[in-house]
């Protein structure tokens, strides 16, 4: 049994309502008139009130500052509830002169709030939020301005300060840059068929769901797959409820709106291929007016039965090339016509009813690139999903040779669907990234910005469990800041995760952090991390980048091991683990392309020994503890890799399909 089981767990999502030894009070005003004494009144003061019947939210809110503020004081804080409040509002009282509340002056919108103080003497602290949500996001907020920390993979970290610091508290306002603000995950993730790995995730799943909350996310989509038999996990469902996080459903589902069953009967329903064959594989004929009822008529029972969905993403199979009709009709047609078509006679079935959700068209793939004749209905927005654009610069870095055409895509979108977008990125994508550690903070700050100078407001971000808390923690804290305030510092974000998840070894991991940046800039021009054919100028030129990140992440090692033993946890334990993987992995890169550059039988012995060495790489994480890795670094990259290997080697021939056409 490994320190990580063993650490304290975030706070639990029952209430926690304290109620200290009340002091007598004497009852009386100061007027001298007897008044009704509440237990609030009669409690030492901190307090926290929070409005009764506000709901779970306030309560939970509430909670969380109670049990933050009493762990930072030393003390007990009570939380009560107080009918005298206004739903949306908290209060802690620093004295017993606190007034009770007075009517909410500004108007909130969305999960903005706002902190204000009041009454005489040191009086109160007072919270107030556009949502029920945006009181949680506000306690963590309030709580984070007095040193404690929320960092993603660990417990929160509550310092000792003294009530001073409390009392010494400033007015502020926080309005979030971006509306929605979500994390993504793929329902296979949860390896469902399995009870001690679906376990295994339902205990990373009650970490980080309330780290996301207390973050300020406020969606969770779901990606469902063709083979998937959940559109989402039950376990999850309440996690999220409570915190008033939005779920999501949907993903590559068209597949299953049109059950591959009725192929044996109507093939006409289904794509055709180059040589006018139907298959049941791909998404359907769009020609065919009852393929489409079908699918029509599967998205509306999908949102009838569940009312609770905030956004339907209905995607097509998730392929690079291919799942579209080729039939005699519909040749004509390029794919995001065709998929428009189908999202368009959804998105009609919804217009009149003013409760459904809007419908996502995923711009991603083979429609990446918006096509002219687009036309999309105004309850329709594109989900821009540019999984191949270049992560070593920003999205809108004009000296980048990937990412412009991207921008591009995204502003013609924009045009298109007069402004209605989602962004979805991939900041935390452990199969993009080869389960290889990285970190691109800057990155990330300077998409944000240019995603909202453009005018998005919505922006999701792909995860992988736990998995990606361990390889990508600072990209996760960068896109939880940047979705709030694009103008974040990424250094200091850099910094502060490395104190949070290490505090007795901050500067040591800092630095480390700090090699695995530098080694991210020479990895993520795309697909180098994983891809086996590359063009021959580039290729050279990958060759010596990425041996040169391989001995960074060296550094970070070395760095990591200046942490004197003593002080060592099973969780730096892990990223060095992590960071041995990816600098072998890169290593072994890096000899596969010089391979490549070699003929006839030196190509394939070196090739060979380039692949052995990627494929050892992953004794690195199976020696990982399996709290840490999750269900993703146990089980998924066990197959994943598989494929990657056999894409290597099937490059060696020089016969091999881009590694991106087999996901
Ligand atoms: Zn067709
Ligand atoms: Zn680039």
Not at 117 to 145: F, M
Not at 413 to 436: K, P, Q, S, W
Request: glycine content about 8%; some cysteine; proline content about 6%.
């Amino acid at each position: 049994m490994v320190s990580i089981r063993m650490r304290p767990r975030y706070q639990s999502v029952a209430l926690m309502l304290s109620f200290p030894n009340p002091r007598k009070n004497d009852g009386l005003n100061a007027s001298g008139v007897l008044t009704e004494v509440s237990k609030a009144a009669a409690s030492p003061c901190p307090r926290v009130r929070f409005h009764g019947d506000g709901g779970q939210l306030a309560a939970l809110a509430a909670g969380d500052l109670s049990s933050g503020l009493g762990a930072m004081l030393a003390s007990e804080v009570g939380s009560f509830p107080d009918a005298s409040l206004p739903p949306d509002e908290i209060r802690i009282d620093l004295d017993d002169s606190a007034a009770s509340a007075g009517p909410g002056l500004i108007a909130l919108e969305g999960d903005s709030f706002d902190v204000s103080r009041e009454g005489g003497g040191a009086g109160s602290i007072v919270i107030r939020a556009g949502t029920a949500r945006g009181l949680i996001h506000a306690a963590s907020n309030l709580l984070e301005k007095l040193g404690a920390q929320f960092s993603p993979g660990v417990a929160p970290s509550y310092p000792r300060i003294d009530r001073a610091r409390v009392a010494a508290l400033e007015p502020w306002r926080v309005i979030p840059a971006f509306k929605r603000r979500a994390f993504v995950s793929d329902i296979m993730t949860w390896n469902y068929n399995f009870a001690d790995r679906l376990d295994l995730h339902l205990r990373h799943d009650r970490e980080f769901i309330p780290w996301m909350a207390r973050r300020g996310i406020n969606a969770f989509s779901y990606i469902r797959h063709a083979h998937d038999t959940r559109l989402k996990i039950d376990e999850v469902a309440p996690l999220l409820r409570e915190r008033g996080i939005d779920a999501e459903y949907g993903g590559h589902v068209l597949q299953l709106l049109l059950p591959r069953d009725r192929f044996a009967e109507h093939p006409e329903y289904f794509p055709a291929g180059d040589d006018g064959l139907r298959t049941p594989q791909g998404n359907l004929c769009v020609s065919n007016p009852d393929a489409v009822a079908i699918v029509r008529t599967g998205a509306l029972a999908y949102v009838h039965d569940y009312p609770d969905n905030a956004l339907l993403h209905i995607w097509g199979a998730d392929v690079r090339r291919g799942a579209w009709c080729r039939c005699g009709q519909c040749r004509e047609l390029p794919p995001q016509i065709q998929y428009m078509n189908v999202t368009n006679a959804i998105a009609r079935a919804l217009a009149d009813d003013a409760n459904a959700p809007a419908v996502a068209y995923l711009a991603y793939h083979d429609t990446i690139d918006p096509h002219p004749g687009l036309s999309p209905l105004g309850n329709v927005w594109f989900e821009w999903a540019p999984r191949e654009r270049c992560y070593s610069h920003a999205i809108d870095d004009p000296l980048c040779e990937i990412n412009p055409r991207y921008l591009e895509s995204l502003k013609r979108y924009l045009e298109i669907f007069n402004g209605r977008g989602h962004v979805f990125e991939y900041y935390a994508d452990a199969i993009l990234f080869g389960g290889l550690g990285f970190a691109t903070p800057a990155v990330i700050a300077s998409d944000l910005r240019a995603y909202l100078s453009l005018g998005i407001t919505s922006i999701s971000c792909l995860t992988f469990g736990a998995y990606s808390a361990m390889a990508y923690p600072v990209n996760l804290e960068a896109f939880v800041r940047g979705s709030r305030d694009p103008d974040f510092e990424p250094a200091t974000t850099l910094v502060d995760i490395a104190s949070g998840r290490h505090p007795r070894c901050a500067p040591e991991m800092a630095a480390a952090y700090g090699a695995v940046e530098r080694a991210s800039k020479l990895c993520l021009d795309y697909a180098d991390v994983m891809h086996p054919v590359i063009p021959p100028e580039k290729a050279a030129r990958k060759r010596d980048e990425l041996r040169e990140a391989a001995l960074i992440f060296n550094e970070a090692i070395a760095a990591a091991d200046q942490i004197a033993p003593r002080l060592d946890t099973s969780l730096s334990d892990a990223e060095k683990d992590l960071w041995r993987y990816s600098s072998d992995v890169l290593a072994g890169l890096s000899d596969y392309l010089a391979a490549f550059g070699l003929a006839g039988a030196d190509r394939w012995t070196g090739g060979k020994a380039a692949i052995a060495k990627v494929a050892h790489a992953i004794g690195r994480i199976r020696a990982i503890d399996l709290e840490i890795k999750g269900t993703w670094g146990a089980y998924d990259l066990e197959w994943i890799r598989e494929i990657w290997l056999g894409a290597l080697a099937r490059g060696l021939d020089g016969g091999g399909k881009p590694l991106e056409e087999l996901f």
